[in-house]
């Protein structure tokens, strides 16, 4: 088969892309820019921002950057207006709405319900295949309200629908999905309630298709259609032997923990024979794992899965659908490779492939084409909500020289002195290692009582200027030598963030998940720092210390210095899916503000502000009573004034302080 790929997802809804991809060029940087200022140092630039923090690789065509140097959205792609993403935070923050703040654009939304349909349709028409694409969003992948109201709404010219993987799932998809024609992809384990409440709801002219993954959960369905005399549409989820790779790779293979083995499908293909059931057996489905790096794992999975699908036909069932699951992936570094944070295929490939493949397999046979169903959370909700928090303080090691000098100075200092000194471009790599190796000295005459507290301040500071001139000079060098690899990493500073990464990134932390972090302004300003993030929780593991790079993994990100008085801001992008249901309270910090922004002709419009948790809220989780809280304090201060260890204004002061944390966010204000 030959299928040609694509460069780019095409744009969604524009007609006049049919006839062909948009191929871009999102590797630029080739052409650095080489204005030279009049201290004969290299201009900092916005593009030199764009090629640093990759924005074009991962962000096209939502995320840019404007001439102010501040990170712009367009929520609609390359078809509408975009919004200076600076200016919208410092507009939220003045209606009260404090950082850490979650954006959330619906019209991002649209665009990739738009975008995944419009590629279905031009790799069907392409193939000039016989059957129609029925995508469904799982709701697992952000079940929050006003977002799976809108994925609804902006499906329904294409009769999206939702997969459920559990209950409370089904209850969602159920009451939400109005579409008529839209399936209902009901998963996940099941007992009879949920199959009773699935077949009923057929009658109120809902689509459920009820995909069994257990043989229980078959002679259940088989016994309920029996009870409640309807003829329900079934399907089966195969365990395929074709393997996911990366974070999520084991979902698939015979000790998987979901899906029926080949034996166990033609077990239920043989119950259902004998119940006279064939007819309600109509789809397949897999999921071999999310983010699906590489296209190659993809196309094995559906040439496996569509020679299942024949067989199931030929041995009778009334096989109409090819549920392939979820796995199109996400380039979180926009690097366009295998890489677990990336994917060597985009879009429209991706669809092209599942329509190719079918096809073929059917034609074979001569059997008529499935409707073709694919379950893309990740594809659907990542791009469109951003995560802005700020940065509270940051520490690094100093890199001012002490005063040295005079003849009474321990030798240590002399030496490290004379080190900074000698440092040029021809010894840096000797001078680093004299550097560390006196360090080390001046820290054995300190265990030794022969170096003062005083002295050995003198000596670490010199220490880290040293380590600070050979930084500036391996930083103008094309290769650097294994050893000083690790020297950005040893003078990073680290930025302390008003943020938990348990409740707004849980994937950082659980699976070491990367997504793209930068400043959303002062992008035309260079950014000297080298940063690590460390977050509010009291816990070492809650911070960020890897971040996207084009080859593999950056240990620091470039950060600017911090202004007094002035805010910093920085955004993390992409983490609409999975992130926001799988935070905890780690700390208790809660739930972050949210707020949905729209484009409007003259702007933007607030469709929904969604409070983050108050104080009050998460203590209740763990049963506080808040009232009782405050009484506990109220008593307390009551005996203090009695033994006249407070005054009466410090008292009220202090309960004034504890009822409004009570009532209030629980992050820090800025
Ligand atoms: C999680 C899941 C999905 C969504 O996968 P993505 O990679 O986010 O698209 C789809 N189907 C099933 C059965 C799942 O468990």
Redesign the pocket.
Known sequence: MNLEPTTEDIAAGSPSNNGGATVKNNFPEQERLKEVGADGLKKWSIEKSEELYRIKGWGEPYFSINAAGHVTVSPQGDRGGSLDLYELVEALRQRNLGLPLLIRFSDILEDRIERLNACFAKAIARYSYRGVYRGVF?V??NQQRHLIEDIVRFGQPYQFGL?A?SKPELMIALATLKTPGAPIIC??YKDKEYIETAMLAAKLGQRPIIVLEQIEEVNMAIQVSKELGIKPVLGV?AKLKSKGMGQ?GN?TGDRAK?GLTIPEIIQAVDLFAASDMLESLQLL?F?I????SSIGVIKDAIREASQIYVELAKLGANMNYLDV?????VDYDGSKTNFHASKNYNMQNYANDIVAEVKEACQEVDIPVPTLIS???????SHQSVLIFNILASSGVSTEIPEIGNEKQHLILRNLYDTYESIKTDNYQETYHDAIQFKEEAISLFNFGYLSLRERAKAEQLFWACCNKIAAITRQQEYVPDDLEDLDKIMASIYYVNLSVFQSAPDSWAISQLFPIMPIHRLNEEPIQRGTLADLTCDSDGKIDRFIDLLDVKKVLELHPLEPGKPYYLGMFLNG??QEIMGNLHNLFGDTNAVHIKLSPNGYEIEHVVKGDTMTEVLGYVQYDSEDLVESIRQQTEQALKQERITLDESQHLLQNYERSLQGYTYLFP
Not at 289 to 292: A, E, R, Y
Request: glycine fraction near 22%; hydrophobic fraction near 30%.
């Open positions: 799982p697992k992948c997969e993987g998963n996940g989820r999520w979902s979901f489905h999921h794992g999310s983010q699906i699951g979820g796995g199109l992936a379950e893309s959370g990740r594809a659907i909700a899916a999975y």
